[in-house]
């Protein structure tokens, strides 16, 4: 009789931890893809970043950081970005892709332009990390390195 009731312990915990939520309530990001690892001046690149959050309001800020491997003190290399979900009304266990596109020494009406190194091609990477409405903050995530090509 204990036996059985033991397995049947076993068993329910099984399922119970098989049917846990995945989704919570801090937004979780995962680096998906960069459109390109080498940039000339004038190209755009574009990250998508995969997000699942628990209550769907991730309608606040997606944070970009742009880390300069090359020429770290340069004034203008680094930079963080601060960038305004687009408001849609909330899902709950939403999942989904975002896009977040910018120009290298270029001027594209809506996209922010990014610069490199002054004198020599440029190796930097970049950092994400998103805050939804209720100011939970998702881990941060990086891309892979980007070269600049002076």
Do not use: H
Not at 49 to 69: A, H
Not at 72 to 98: E, H
Not at 124 to 135: G, I, T
Request: net charge positive.
């Amino acid at each position: 009789m204990r036996t059985k009731i033991l397995i049947l312990l076993t068993f329910g915990s099984f399922f119970y931890s098989c049917s846990k939520d995945t989704y919570t309530s801090k937004p979780q990001i995962t680096f998906n893809s960069a459109s390109s690892t080498v940039l000339a001046q004038g190209n755009i690149i574009t990250f998508t970043i995969d997000f699942t959050d628990k209550e769907g309001d991730v309608q606040d800020t997606l944070w970009v950081q742009k880390i300069s491997r090359t020429c770290p003190t340069s004034p203008g290399v680094q930079f963080t970005s601060k960038n305004k979900v687009p408001n849609f009304a909330p899902t709950s266990n939403l999942k989904g892709k975002m896009e977040i596109s910018f120009v290298y020494n270029g001027n594209v009406p809506g996209i922010a332009s990014i610069i490199g190194c002054s004198n020599r091609n440029d190796t930097s990477f970049f950092k994400f990390w998103l805050k939804d409405k209720a100011q939970n903050r998702s881990d941060t995530i990086s891309s892979p390195n980007i070269i600049l090509i002076r």
